[in-house]
């Protein structure tokens, strides 16, 4: 009996399993020099983890998934850090951000 591709895909790659945690936890601790000073690891997380769902909502191939919530992950980070701080000197993650 054959699985079907993407009932296969559907669930091996939901951010809940153990490969892609493991995945997003590495991609994370890769991340925090980078943004050391500015983004907390929590943060760092949290954006990988929204930048996979939303990939992983449309994606067709998952091969490489955890790699390129990363790099998108890394884009997004830093646009957000390069954004002009405010008077108090703080760059907040708004949750209505379309980053």
């Not at 296969?8 to 490969?19: N, V």
């Not at 943060?43 to 919530?69: F, G, K, P, S, W």
């Not at 890394?74 to 980053?99: H, K, M, W």
């Amino acid at each position: 009996m054959s699985t079907s591709p993407h009932h296969h895909d559907a669930e091996e790659y939901r951010l809940t399993d153990p490969h892609v945690t493991e995945l997003l936890d590495r991609a994370t601790a890769d991340l925090q020099p980078q943004f050391q000073g500015i983004f907390g690891p929590e943060t760092i997380r949290a954006v990988l983890d929204e930048t996979y769902t939303q990939l992983n909502a449309t994606a067709r191939v998952h091969t490489h998934l955890a790699t390129l919530a990363t790099r998108f992950a890394r884009e997004r980070l830093t646009s957000i850090a390069n954004v002009p701080r405010q008077e108090s000197g703080s760059v907040f993650l708004d949750e209505s951000c379309a980053c």
